[in-house]
């Protein structure tokens, strides 16, 4: 009767095993840094524009000062 060697039974199993984890762990970060890339928010909002004539460096005054 044919014996497989057991080194070989495991070489078989846990290399294609250690390969497969490797790839998963890349298309897991390459995923969540792709996901974070689109929902990066790197712009300004707009804000409304005021009446420039109402205030001095955006310091409103209340009233006459005198």
């Known amino acids: 009767m044919n014996r497989i060697e057991p080194s070989v ?3 078989s199993l846990i290399v294609p ?3 497969s984890v490797a790839v998963g762990l890349l ?3 390459a995923a969540i840094f792709g996901i974070t ?4 928010q790197d712009t300004r ?3 409304p524009g005021g009446d420039p004539s109402s205030s001095v460096l ?3 005054e209340y009233g006459n000062r005198t």
Do not use: E, I, T
Not at 37 to 40: A, F, H, I, R
């Open 58 to 60: 955006n310091r409103v």
């Open 45 to 47: 909002p707009l804000l």
């Open 27 to 29: 298309l897991g970060a």
């Open 17 to 19: 095993a250690a390969w």
């Open 37 to 40: 890339l689109m929902v990066q």
């Open 9 to 11: 039974v495991l070489v």
